[in-house]
Protein backbone atom coordinates (compact mmCIF):
# COMPACT_ATOMS: atom_id res chain seq x y z
CA UNK A 1 0.00 0.00 0.00
CA UNK A 2 1.21 3.62 -0.60
CA UNK A 3 0.39 6.10 1.60
CA UNK A 4 0.59 9.93 0.85
CA UNK A 5 0.06 12.54 3.58
CA UNK A 6 -0.86 16.08 3.42
CA UNK A 7 -2.65 18.79 5.72
CA UNK A 8 0.47 20.47 7.39
CA UNK A 9 1.25 23.97 7.64
CA UNK A 10 2.22 27.04 9.98
CA UNK A 11 -0.04 27.67 12.42
CA UNK A 12 0.22 30.25 15.60
CA UNK A 13 -0.27 28.33 19.40
CA UNK A 14 -3.27 27.15 19.97
CA UNK A 15 -4.54 26.78 16.20
CA UNK A 16 -5.39 23.64 14.84
CA UNK A 17 -4.22 21.46 11.67
CA UNK A 18 -6.13 18.41 10.26
CA UNK A 19 -4.01 16.04 8.63
CA UNK A 20 -4.83 13.40 5.94
CA UNK A 21 -3.50 10.28 5.17
CA UNK A 22 -4.82 8.25 1.85
CA UNK A 23 -3.86 4.61 1.23
CA UNK A 24 -3.47 3.25 -2.33
CA UNK A 25 -5.44 -0.46 -2.72
CA UNK A 26 -8.84 -1.86 -1.39
CA UNK A 27 -7.71 -3.80 1.89
CA UNK A 28 -7.41 -0.20 3.66
CA UNK A 29 -9.44 -1.35 6.52
CA UNK A 30 -7.10 -4.67 7.28
CA UNK A 31 -4.48 -2.38 8.11
CA UNK A 32 -3.89 -0.81 11.05
CA UNK A 33 -2.88 3.24 10.74
CA UNK A 34 -0.54 4.89 12.83
CA UNK A 35 0.63 8.71 13.03
CA UNK A 36 4.26 9.52 14.41
CA UNK A 37 6.09 12.90 14.23
CA UNK A 38 9.69 13.98 14.27
CA UNK A 39 11.12 16.76 15.78
CA UNK A 40 14.58 18.12 15.26
CA UNK A 41 17.43 15.97 16.83
CA UNK A 42 14.65 13.86 18.45
CA UNK A 43 13.80 10.38 18.62
CA UNK A 44 10.55 9.48 15.56
CA UNK A 45 7.49 9.43 18.50
CA UNK A 46 4.44 7.94 17.74
CA UNK A 47 1.71 9.83 18.30
CA UNK A 48 -1.71 7.80 17.87
CA UNK A 49 -3.08 4.59 16.44
CA UNK A 50 -6.59 3.17 14.66
CA UNK A 51 -7.35 -0.34 13.98
CA UNK A 52 -10.37 -0.53 11.41
CA UNK A 53 -12.65 0.39 14.13
CA UNK A 54 -11.37 3.78 15.18
CA UNK A 55 -8.87 5.14 17.68
CA UNK A 56 -7.17 2.77 19.99
CA UNK A 57 -4.12 5.32 21.01
CA UNK A 58 -3.17 8.03 21.88
CA UNK A 59 0.52 9.81 23.15
CA UNK A 60 -0.06 11.55 26.68
CA UNK A 61 1.25 14.35 25.23
CA UNK A 62 -1.35 15.02 22.50
CA UNK A 63 -4.41 13.34 24.70
CA UNK A 64 -7.58 15.18 24.66
CA UNK A 65 -5.77 18.04 21.84
CA UNK A 66 -5.40 15.35 19.16
CA UNK A 67 -8.21 12.39 17.63
CA UNK A 68 -7.25 10.24 14.88
CA UNK A 69 -10.19 8.94 12.91
CA UNK A 70 -10.85 7.18 9.76
CA UNK A 71 -12.69 6.34 6.96
CA UNK A 72 -12.38 3.05 5.26
CA UNK A 73 -14.32 4.00 2.10
CA UNK A 74 -11.95 6.77 1.06
CA UNK A 75 -8.80 4.62 2.60
CA UNK A 76 -8.13 7.83 4.34
CA UNK A 77 -7.13 8.19 7.93
CA UNK A 78 -7.29 11.87 9.80
CA UNK A 79 -5.02 13.13 12.53
CA UNK A 80 -7.12 16.33 14.04
CA UNK A 81 -4.50 18.64 15.99
CA UNK A 82 -6.17 20.89 18.22
CA UNK A 83 -4.54 23.89 20.89
CA UNK A 84 -1.02 22.98 19.09
CA UNK A 85 2.06 24.13 21.31
CA UNK A 86 4.88 24.90 19.63
CA UNK A 87 6.55 21.75 21.01
CA UNK A 88 4.11 20.01 18.54
CA UNK A 89 6.56 21.26 15.98
CA UNK A 90 7.80 17.92 13.46
CA UNK A 91 7.80 16.48 10.60
CA UNK A 92 4.32 14.16 10.86
CA UNK A 93 4.09 11.04 9.23
CA UNK A 94 1.40 8.05 8.58
CA UNK A 95 2.18 4.53 8.42
CA UNK A 96 -0.08 1.22 7.99
CA UNK A 97 0.92 -2.18 9.12
CA UNK A 98 -1.08 -5.37 9.53
CA UNK A 99 0.66 -7.03 12.28
CA UNK A 100 3.63 -6.07 14.32
CA UNK A 101 5.86 -3.79 12.34
CA UNK A 102 5.00 -0.94 10.48
CA UNK A 103 5.45 -1.79 7.10
CA UNK A 104 4.45 1.28 5.09
CA UNK A 105 5.10 4.81 5.43
CA UNK A 106 4.10 8.44 3.97
CA UNK A 107 6.46 11.08 2.94
CA UNK A 108 5.12 13.20 5.70
CA UNK A 109 4.12 16.60 5.98
CA UNK A 110 5.68 19.54 8.56
CA UNK A 111 3.60 20.95 10.97
CA UNK A 112 5.19 23.96 12.65
CA UNK A 113 3.94 25.75 15.77
CA UNK A 114 4.78 29.66 16.59
CA UNK A 115 4.57 31.02 19.94
Known amino acids: VQLQASGGGSVQAGGSLRLSCVAS????????MGWFRQAPGKERELVAI???????YAADSVKGRFTISRDNAKNTVYLQMNSLKPEDTAVYYC??????????WGQGTQVTVSS
Open 95 to 104: AARRYDTYEH
Open 50 to 56: ANSSGSI
Open 25 to 32: GRTFSRYI
